[in-house]
């Protein structure tokens, strides 16, 4: 048996006491991590400096920087999640469904946990608190693969939490880090079959496309998040500066910050400028097509490949469009599913975008940054899910679980 294996086995032996273990028991180890993450704060910051110092030699940019780094204030953050998904309702055990058939038996079917959950994600230290929270929430053991960025943020983060664990009688392989960064161990992780039942890669495009692309047990697919702000000739034009600059700036390396800006033809003149400055707050490079340029002189020309791409950085591409229609029509061609935006003070035209932009959120006059598990009331979110099977949008409590049919009988036979 490979360390992977011998891994994966002790993962799948924590996953049968998961299944079983009652809310209260499940909670009193979520709120006991939180106090550990605390706890360990001092450890966790200097593992963390050690990361972003490493970060900082290999030039790292500087948004990267931000989603690698950890503050007293961050780690806090962790725990209050961990709190929080401990308030939320045990996704185990809802009835989804009771019937009696016509020939007296009686099925029910209910939520169960997954199994054995394999998250593979960068350089985003949240991630390990957010995915063992909601992994043992909803009864399910995880295999963590954080970046080699994170690595010793991770090793601090992990090691707190499986104290704890072990602290309230459950198995510390409830949660498990693989602490080798080398790809190898990374492709075999994506054909464990037999021991992980599903697997979520969380980063850029360039790791969703490895996984899919070489995953042998079942993936559900977090796509990355090119996403678009649509400023229509209804607009008020400062609200749309104040979404465009929070969706692209408070944290442009995740996967709900804007990437494009679309504006429509008849209030470019007015809007770009605007909307521009207040760019230039955060110093925001814009590529901008031929037209858009001629509002935005400091813009550098957008080349084809500015269309479609998720930057992760202070970048945004501006495009011109002659309506709603030619909007929806670019995002179809260029969007990932992920959240697009529409800000117009007209209904119809706003109902005509939410209808017609096939994504997993759609939002009129808001920022695409609330596309958060958090800010949907889910506690938390384990990934962003831009598929339509099983599940889609943030990855929550209820998307964590499968379900099974129990059928009570009194003797029939077929």
């Not at 009193?28 to 550990?36: C, G, P, S, V």
């Not at 290999?58 to 709190?83: H, K, N, Q, Y």
């Not at 009331?377 to 379900?403: C, F, N, V, W, Y």
Request: some cysteine; glycine content about 8%.
């Amino acid at each position: 048996m490979t360390e992977l294996e011998t891994i994966g086995a002790a993962a799948k032996s924590a996953a049968r006491v998961l299944m079983c273990a009652d809310t209260e028991t499940k909670n009193r180890a979520l709120l006991a991590i939180a106090d550990a993450l605390v706890g360990a704060r001092e450890e966790i910051l200097a593992a963390n400096r050690e990361d972003v110092t490493a970060g900082e030699n290999s030039g790292m940019t500087r948004a990267f920087l931000d989603r690698l780094s950890l503050s007293p204030e961050r780690i806090d953050g962790m725990a209050e999640e961990m709190r929080q998904v401990a308030a939320l309702p045990d996704p185990v055990g809802r009835v989804l469904s009771d019937t009696v058939r016509p020939n007296g038996l009686h099925l029910t079917k209910v939520a169960v946990p997954i199994g054995v959950i394999a998250v593979i994600y960068e350089a985003r230290p949240n991630v390990t608190a957010d995915s063992a929270a909601l992994c043992l929430k909803s009864g399910n053991a995880v295999i963590l693969r954080g970046g080699r960025e994170a690595i010793h943020s991770n090793t601090a983060i992990v090691r707190a939490m499986r104290g704890a664990l072990r602290g309230v009688g459950l198995p510390e392989d409830t949660v498990t880090l693989i602490e080798d960064t080398d790809r190898a161990v990374t492709q075999a992780l994506m054909r464990l079959n037999g021991y992980v039942d599903l697997l979520i890669p969380r980063g850029g495009a360039g790791l969703i496309r490895a996984v899919v692309e070489n995953a042998t047990v079942p993936v559900i697919e977090t796509g990355a998040g090119t996403c678009h702000i649509y400023v229509d000739r209804d607009a008020d034009v400062p609200m749309a500066a104040e979404i465009v600059f929070n969706a692209k700036t408070s944290r442009p390396s995740v996967c709900n910050a804007a990437e494009c800006l679309l504006v429509d033809r008849a209030i470019a003149a007015e809007a770009l400028p605007v909307i521009a400055a207040r760019l230039a707050e955060k110093q925001v490079e814009l590529r901008a097509d031929a037209e858009a340029c001629a509002f935005l002189p400091n813009a550098l020309p957008a080349t084809d490949s500015d269309w479609g791409r998720e930057y992760n950085d202070y970048i945004m591409a501006v495009h011109i469009v002659s309506g709603v229609d030619e909007a929806i029509d670019f995002i179809a061609r260029y969007g990932t599913g992920h959240s697009e935006c529409i800000v117009t003070d007209n209904p119809v035209t706003a109902e005509r975008f939410l209808a017609r932009v096939d994504a997993a959120a759609v939002y009129h006059n808001a920022s695409t940054r609330f596309t958060d598990g958090g800010e949907f009331g889910l506690g938390a979110e384990i990934g962003i899910s831009t598929q339509k099977l099983h599940a889609r949008g943030p990855l929550g409590l209820e998307e964590l679980t499968s379900m099974k049919y129990i059928v009570h009988g009194t003797g029939q036979v077929r």
